[in-house]
Structures are given as C-alpha cells and as structure tokens.
C-alpha cells in the first residue's frame, strides 16, 4: 500500500511501542581513534617558580615513553561524553525497576550541597577546628540513621554495601573473639545476595547454606537444628530478598541468641521499612545501610555507593577507627584512641560526598516525607503484584513489601525465558528489572518499582508486561530476538569472555 | 512530599484496585511489636531553600579560603569545568552498573577508555573498572596475590601511606595472612633495600610498596622487583598520587598497581569518594577484583562493549569469588576519564611538570629558613618533601593559620622517630607568594625566640 509522506495521519517514520519511539543517536569513536597529535583542550597558567630541568631532578625515574593519552579540544570532549550519555538509560528517562538496586530518584539539590566549596574542597587532613561544619553534618547524618534504624552506634566508614558487610562481620568477629572463641561458620540463606557468602569468606568464616522454607523465609525448625556454638552469626536480608518481611523475626533473633550467635542485617531492602519498623527493635544486632539505595544518592553508572554499619551498644567497641566524639565544649573531633576497634576499613573517614547528599535527601523529607516514601514504594510493588499476577507465575503468595518476583514459568513453556522478557522490555522503554535473583525462584524477574513512579509510569510498565506476554502466546521470535530497537543487538558475551578485549592498541 | 508523584486520589484508586482498604493493609505482616508507632526523630521537612542554606552555613563553618599545604593521599588540583558538567548528565548520573549492555553502551565504552588510558599511565596490560579507593584497592592486590601464588605472606614497606597499611592489616588478620614492615632508608626515605631483601622469602605472596612514597621519594622500583621476583613474589605497587605518572617512570616491572586516581579531577571531598583503580599483567587477570569492560561485537557485527569475566565476581562464585566487590566508584572513574581526555598525552606531562617545580621551590624556599632542614634528600622526589624544624609545628602551625594558610601534616602520629617533621606538598594550584608567605611565617617563630 502507497504511503502518503504529506499526510501526518499515516506517518512513515519510525513507530511507537508502548512508550517510546526510536529517535538518532550519534555514532561515536573511541576517544583514542579520534586524537590528533597537537590538539589541546587545557591551558595552564604561566609557571610563577623556576622550571626545572626533569632529568636532573628525576635521574633514572623520569618518565621517557609518554603515555598513550589521547588529544583533542574541548568542543570534542563535550560530544563525544554527551553522544555517549545518549546510549544510557537512566532514571531521568524512565522507571528502572532493577529489583534489590532502588533505583529512585536522585535530587538535584543533593548534586548542588554536595558541590558547595566549603565543602568539596576540605582536605580530610584539615586541623578538626577549620572542619567543624563537615563534622556536623557527619554527626547530623549518624543521628538521623541510628534512629531511623533503632540502633545505638555507627559508622560511615564503609565505602559501599559489600565493604559494610565487611565491617559488621569483623565487628562480629571481633565481639565473638572477646568472649573467647571467634566461631567457625556464618549462616547465609539461599537467597541472599551474592555479596553475603563472598563476604564472609573473606573474614575468614565458613559459609553454611540455609535453605528457605516453602514461603521464601527462613525456616525456623532449620535454623534452630544449624545454630551451634560454632555459629558467628545469620546474615539475613529483611524483606528479603523476594520482597517478604519475615513476620518470625523475633524468634530468629531467639534461636540466634540462644545460642550466642549474632543477627546480621543486611540493609539492602531498607527502603520497605524506614519510618514504618526499625530493625534495632526486631533483635538485629548489626547492619548496614545502602545510602546509594535507600537514601537517594546517585548510582552513578556503578558507583560510588555508601555503606554505614550501624550496631547495638555492644558493638561499638570494635568499630573501625576514627569515631567521630564532641568535647565538653561541643566541639567534634576524630577519635583514634579505640584499643579494642577492628581497625580502619578504608583510608579518610568514608564517602563524605555521599553523607551530604543523604542528609539532604533526609532533611527533604523529614520524618512525614520517609515514612510517605516507604509506603509509597510498597504501594508500587503491591500493585505491579495485582496487575500482572494472571499473566506471570507468583512462585511466593506472601505478602510483598517493596519489590515482588515472579517466574518466567508460564513463558518458559513457549520457549522464552525471564532473559527474553527482559530485553524485550527495553523495546518497550523501560529498564529491565532483575534477571535470575533471587536463586531460590527459578527463572526469577525481580522487580522493584520504588516510590519514584507514578500512577502512569507504572500502567505503562504493567502495559507493557502484559503486551510482552501476549507476544511470548503469539510471536515468541520477537521476544527471543529482542531488543529490536538498540543502537547495538545482543552482545557477543562468549566471544568477549573466550578473547578478553579490555584495552584499545594502536591499530586494534 | 515533592519527590513522591502521586496525588491522595491516586493512591486511594491504587489501594482500591489491590483490594486494600488502607496502608495499614501493606504493612500488616509486620508483627504489631516490631512496628515504629510514632514519627521518626529526624528534622522536619525542609524547602529546597531551606536544605542549601542549611549546608551553606556548614561550609562556612568549615572556614573557606586557606591555601593548603595538605597532600599526604589526598591531593588538590584545578579541576576542569566540563567533568562536573558531564557527569552531572542524567544519563551517566542515574544509571546503574551495566548489566544491560544494549541500553548503556555510554556507560561501557567509557568504562573501557578508562581501563585503556589506566593502562597506558601505569605501564601494565590490563586495568579494572574501578576499586573503592587506593587503601582498599592495595588490600585486595595483596589479597589477589596470594591467590596468584598460593602463598600465605606479605611483606610492606614502612613507607606505603600509613592508612592503607593500617586497612591491609584489618583485611589481613582474618584471613591467616602475615605481614612484615620493610623498614625505610634514613638517609634517602627509601624502603631500606637491605631489610626487604632481608624480609622476602620462598613463602611471600606479595611485596607492597608505594611510589611516589608517603615521604613522596620515588621508591626504585627495578630493585624493589629483582627482589621480589628473586624469590617468586609478587610486586605490587601502589600510587597514591596518580598525577606523578606524567613525569615520572612507570612501574613497568611491577605484577599488579594498586592506584588512587583522586588527583584526576575529583574533588577532595574530605576524603571521598575516590577513584581506586587496579591494573595488572595480563596472566592474572583472572585473579584480579572488580568488573572489567571487555569489547565484542552484536549480531550485526557492530562493535560494542561488555561487562565480561564475571565468573570472578560475588554475583555468580559467591563466597568463592575473587573479592566481595559490587557496587564500584564508576561515576568518579568517569570524571578521571575526562579529566586526561582533556589534559592528554602532553598536558598530563605539563601538569606534572608543574608540580614538580612548584615544590622544588616550596622546598627549596622553605627548608632554607632557619631552623628548617629537608629530610630525605637522596633520592628524587614528585611534589611532596619532608621538613624538619627545630620549632614543634604545634607553634608555626597556628601562626600560619593565622595567615590562612594550612601547613604540612605533623608526621610523628606515625613516624614518632622522626622527631619535628611535616609532610608538605605543593601542586600547580599553590602560588609563588604563598610559599613565599609560609616561609617568613616559618621563620618569625625564630627571630622570636
């Protein structure tokens, strides 16, 4: 059929899917391919000292081979990262539903406060009296989390969720060693996040599998049979990690204490609860926090995250050294005078740039603005939950708090699997949700909205699952092949695995 | 609430499409004793005026507007305008980590400039995507070359920043991982090469050392690794001051660099976050932490990029993983990709160049005051030098306060033995007159006296 160009009511261009339209994107080089000998995008400033002669003072440590840096002027830099940034999704552009990752919203005022010079500038070597403002922040931040996790000490320390982890095993095996024996083994749920056996693998503990019960939770007949003396502690993620709040959490704090052993948190799932139920409250010993996650602060591509570890009393001896203190005359300072501290984790005193922008998030909100947050974000989950549990199997009935996990079961059987839907997803102009997590749900899409969309974001998305599981009845191909409309098709992971590529040469 | 995009109506119909008569509902399967009843003990909701106002008046506080003499792994350089430009993208800034490679490409290839362009800096094969920062990246390269070579020690020079040594020893002693400190050179501030000969033996993994050092001498590195290599270990070195690397020779004969790229363009930010990097020889990369971007190509043959190698990492071998790493510092590594796209092959030199002769003059200028001695004057050294004053700091400190002006770091908190000595440094963002002020501060204490 003829296709009249001048007539908008037939348009030729390229069609819209659920919510998007593909549009240009702007090919691109590597920066290298790009360079020419001679181009500069820096000037410096005239030299005020006398130049010196680099070999004389550097002898055999001078540098003879320069570096393979490329050369271009400013105008090019700017395209080039910009035409990069356009072949990135992104928050900004639409619902990121990766289930565990909160993908919420990033303020902009957090990028403003966190820029401001007084503070971007402060050497972390300062004289304490000339950094009384950034310690105040820091102690603003340390108050609002511990109530908000019903905790008594903290630590900003950590420079993620993992190195958290880190920090609350050793603060776990510090206590344990106190008492006499550091124990032998760590309990780990099968469906924990890889981060929780790696983790206590590296504080030297055996890792011990704890298998789920039949409603996704921890089955409390196992626990009570796996807990010894040998046992340091359980790492728990709670709401777990398909989205259930475990209701036994009292008694899992008893079987563990019964036995000496300590309750671990992971906080990742922390956005379920905040200003609804604080986990000091509900027998957990230790935890940490994702401020990158719950607090808003930006995932930036992969990082940098935050991971503060927060403990009950008895704890707190053994938390990494500095902790922050305020003298008689209310002014704040390091303390390193910590005999029994597990040590430093990381150099400096954690990703300060990440505590102003989490406070800020805080201080947006305030405790009527947290509390909306989280039930907004169970709110999200439960209705995604509603609107698609016809289409795709539930694997877990119970209750869902912040994300929900289905299984590909049902499309499976055609041939499509929850990796399929996933990328066909894309083609719909949503993010991907989580693929294969947890390990307990074959086949599992985890998917976590967060309270960041709003009514029409999430019956587009809903639309689109919908429409995608229609198409897995009727063209399974097209979901099997997708994604249809990426400046690049599938990857070739086996061939980048078999023949790692992770440098450019000349003339590669 | 302004970051929440739903009206009352809405969340009314939402609830009433669920088959739920209020909130509550949702919440229910917490038990009633584990519930929170009242508001939560956080400042009250604040306008956006209100939050910028409130962190103004911190920075104030902070005291702005001191010249600083600072360095000691944390260090201050111009940052070009366009970094905070592009990484406040909203594309790089709310993306997450590249899982799906067909919707961040962006993500990917700057990911794999900035490996290329680590690796061309320090000499090595290969390079990760990014590590915490350098003390916790020079842990797990102690921690991978113990995997490497199935050894159980390591030995440390004494002159390796001494916070990075104090976090290899928390990540050491859980995993049955000995250490030794290597002593340093009083003549030179060197790690004594004598003693590290001494130190390595059949059983040591690894050999760590730091260069520029904490003292900022230029470790020799070629005899540092005959040494290692002599006995089967491993060499790691660790940068701590990436911007040397303009000038200064590459440990090419190095296993494994532990860097802090921070002086590429990232902001000081009171300590973090910093950009970690690790890079290696290409045999252990295997062994190596951390994501890596690898290039492939797509069904149509188009180059593109991925994450790959992902079998060493804790999302797929769990507690047999080659570190528990995750989340990274990718948006930081973005920014230290710009910042060399923009300096480049000759601006990197030049920078450093400028480094270079702004502290030949501070030191020069400042150990000639009377009373003032430079310590560890036998071996080159990039943009920090270490003074000695017959006066404690604790006097010519405050008086250079007084003058705006933050001084070098009292260096007896780690090295007792070195009596009145201050680490300073000076890079292409101090003055002329500044030094030249510091000096005559430096110097009243004694016409006083």
């Keep these: 059929m003829a296709t009249d160009l001048t007539n908008p009511q037939t348009p030729t261009g390229p069609r819209t899917t659920g919510k998007v339209r593909p549009h240009q994107t702007q090919n691109e080089a590597l920066l290298f391919e790009k360079s020419s000998p001679g181009k500069r995008a820096y000037k410096l400033p005239p030299l005020d000292v006398p130049a010196v002669d ?86 603003l931040l340390q108050r609002c989390l511990l109530d908000i996790t019903g905790m008594d000490a903290i630590t900003l320390q950590p420079a993620a969720g993992a190195h958290g982890e880190l920090t609350g095993i050793l603060l776990v095996r510090a206590w344990h060693q106190s008492q006499g024996n550091a124990r032998r083994k760590v309990l780990i749920p099968d469906s924990a996040h890889g981060t929780n056996p790696a983790t206590a693998a590296i504080c030297g503990y055996a890792v011990e599998n704890l298998k789920s019960n039949a409603d996704g939770g921890i089955d409390l007949e196992a626990l009570a049979r796996q807990v010894d003396g040998e046992t340091a502690a359980l790492m728990l993620t709670n709401p777990s990690t398909i989205g259930v709040f475990e209701s036994q959490i009292h008694k899992i704090a008893e079987i563990l204490h019964a036995k000496g052993a300590l309750l671990y948190m992971d906080g990742a799932n922390m956005n379920a ?184 974001e999430l019956d587009l998305f809903i639309e689109a699952m919908r429409s995608i599981a229609r198409e897995v009845e009727e063209t399974p191909e097209v979901v099997r092949s997708s994604p249809h409309s990426t400046r690049v098709s599938r990857l070739d992971e086996v061939q980048a695995a078999r023949k790692p590529i992770l440098r450019w040469r000349p003339g590669q | 609430m302004r970051y929440l995009p ?51 008046a911190a920075a104030d506080k902070n005291a702005t507007g001191y010249a600083s003499f600072l360095g000691a792994g944390a260090y201050r350089h111009y940052r070009p305008v366009i970094i905070d430009s592009l990484v406040q993208r909203g594309e790089f800034l709310t993306s997450y980590t590249p899982y799906q490679a067909e919707i961040t490409q962006g993500t990917l290839q700057a990911i794999f400039e900035f490996q290329t362009m680590i690796a061309e800096l320090t000499g090595m094969d290969v390079a990760n995507a990014s590590m915490y920062d350098g003390s916790t990246g020079a842990a797990e390269a102690v921690m991978m070359a113990v995997r490497v070579t199935g050894r159980h020690k390591a030995v440390v020079a004494a002159t390796v920043h001494p916070e990075y040594r104090e976090v290899l020893a928390t990540y050491a002693t ?85 860097m802090e ?33 690898g290039q492939t190509t797509d069904s149509s043959g ?23 790493i995750c989340t990274n510092q990718a948006l930081v590594a973005l920014m230290a990709t710009i910042f060399l796209a923009v300096y480049g092959k000759e601006g990197i030199r030049e920078l450093a160049e400028h480094n270079l002769a702004k502290a030949d003059y501070a030191a020069k200028t400042l150990s000639t005051q009377p009373g003032a001695k430079l310590l560890f004057t036998g071996a080159p050294r990039f943009h920090e030098f270490v003074l000695q004053t017959a006066e404690p700091p604790v006097l010519w400190s405050q008086r250079l306060l007084d003058e705006k002006i933050v001084g070098g770091i009292e260096l007896s908190r780690w090295y007792p033995e070195l009596g009145h000595a201050t680490l300073w440094c000076a890079t292409e963002v101090i003055t002329r007159e500044q030094i030249d002020t510091a000096a005559m501060v430096l110097a009243a204490g004694l016409v006083e006296a």
């Excluded at chain 1, 719909?428 to 967060?450: C, D, N, Q, R």
């Design chain 1, 54 to 139: 680099l070999s004389s003072l550097l002898g055999a440590a001078r540098r003879v081979q320069a570096p393979e840096l490329p050369e271009l002027s400013e105008i090019e830099i700017i395209r080039h990262f910009t035409r990069l940034s356009t072949w990135n999704y992104a928050i900004d552009l639409g619902m990121y539903p990766l289930g565990s990752c909160t993908m919420k919203y990033n303020p902009r005022v957090n990028e403003l406060v966190a820029r401001i010079e007084g503070l971007a500038e402060a050497h972390p070597y300062r004289p304490d009296s000339l950094a009384q403002g950034i310690l105040e922040v820091i102690d």
């Design chain 2, 261 to 293: 790229a921070q002086s590429f363009g990232v902001a000081l930010s009171y300590g973090g976050p910093f950009c970690g990097v690790m890079a290696c020889k290409e045999q252990y990369i295997r062994q190596m932490p951390g994501r890596l971007a």
């Design chain 2, 174 to 258: 859980h995993q049955g991982l000995p250490t030794t400190l290597a002593g340093y050179d009083a003549k030179n501030g060197r790690v004594d090469l004598a003693a590290l000969e001494a130190s390595v033996t059949k059983e040591t993994a690894a050999v760590l050392v730091q260069s520029p050092n904490f003292f900022g001498v230029i470790e020799d590195i070629p005899a540092i690794a005959a040494i290692a290599h002599a006995q089967g270990a491993l060499l790691i070195v660790s940068i701590a001051e990436a911007v040397s690397l303009g000038v200064v020779r590459p440990p090419m004969e190095a296993d494994i660099v532990s």
């Design chain 1, 273 to 456: 609860l905040v200003g609804k139920a604080r986990p000091g409250d509900f027998g957990v010993d230790v935890m940490h926090l994702n401020l990158h996650k719950t607090f808003s602060t930006p995932h930036g591509g992969g990082g940098p995250g935050s991971g503060p570890v927060a403990c009950k009393a008895f704890l707190e001896p053994f938390l990494p050294t500095p902790v922050l203190v305020e003298d008689e005359n209310g002014a704040k300072h390091w303390n390193y005078d910590r005999p029994q501290s597990i040590g430093r984790v990381r150099a400096f005193y954690g990703n300060t740039g990440m505590f102003i922008r989490a406070l800020a998030y805080i201080l947006a909100n305030g405790p009527d603005g947290l509390r909306q947050t989280t039930e907004d974000a169970v709110l999200n989950a439960n209705y995604i939950r509603h609107k698609l549990e016809d289409l795709y199997d539930l694997p877990y009935k119970t209750a869902s708090m912040h994300e929900v996990v289905f299984s590909d079961k049902h499309q499976a059987a055609k041939g499509v699997k929850t990796g399929d839907i996933a990328k066909r997803l894309i083609d719909y102009g949503f993010h991907p949700y989580t693929v294969s997590f947890p390990l307990i749900v074959h086949g599992a899409l985890m998917i976590e909205p967060t309270e960041s969309e709003s009514l029409e």
């Design chain 2, 6 to 56: 739903k009206s009352p109506a809405e969340r009314k119909q939402m609830l009433a499409a669920i088959g739920a008569r209020s909130i509550d509902d949702l919440f229910a399967v917490i038990p009633a004793e584990c519930r929170l009843d009242r508001d939560l003990d956080v400042p009250r909701q604040q306008a956006e005026s209100e939050i910028i106002d409130y962190f103004r």
């Design chain 2, 302 to 324: 188009y180059r593109g990029f991925v994450l790959t190698l992902a079998t060493r990492e804790q999302h797929i071998r769990r507690e047999k993983a080659t570190s528990n």
